[in-house]
């Protein structure tokens, strides 16, 4: 059997070293996790829309809040669908065919892509907010690309 150069052994172990630190930097969190920050971000972003359709189902104003849901919509491409149902589960707002979208999400729990969120009007859930994201991307089976370019083209 051929033996490598040792030039060639060096490189190696600094390349292995390189890729081995960067899987420890992110496995301890120091590097930003984009699926975690696009998460944050629709929470924050839904309990928003939830603030402001309870003021707006205090006062009975469902036609605002439609308007409100759809400007939201027409500004955010990550943003499938979403509607308003009422706690009966009536569905009063309907925008993006957010049937269709919400009829194949189970369950009556929150994840990444399907969210509600509740709406109060003077201390009673009035109804529901239900928005319907985009998936994140998952390529190569792992959810962040730029890690795959970082242990890519980081060695090299």
Wanted: proline share 3%.
């Amino acid at each position: 059997m051929k033996r490598l150069k040792a030039i060639t052994r060096i490189a190696l172990c600094l390349a292995f070293l390189a890729v081995g630190a960067l899987i420890l930097v992110d496995a301890l969190g120091f590097v930003p996790n984009e699926q975690v920050v696009v998460s944050r971000q629709h929470n924050v972003l839904c309990e928003s829309i939830a603030i402001h359709c309870s003021v707006l189902a205090s006062q009975g104003e469902l036609k605002l809040m439609e308007a409100a849901l759809r400007a939201i919509a027409g500004r955010n491409p990550e943003i499938l669908s979403m509607g308003i149902r009422r706690s009966n589960g009536k569905m009063l707002v309907d925008i993006g065919q957010h049937s269709s979208h919400w009829d194949s999400m189970s369950g009556n729990k929150s994840t990444d892509r399907a969210v509600f969120v509740p709406i109060f009007a003077e201390d009673q859930q009035w109804g529901k907010v239900e928005i319907r994201f985009a998936d994140l991307a998952h390529h190569l089976g792992y959810s962040r690309r730029d890690d795959v370019y970082r242990l890519c083209f980081t060695p090299a």
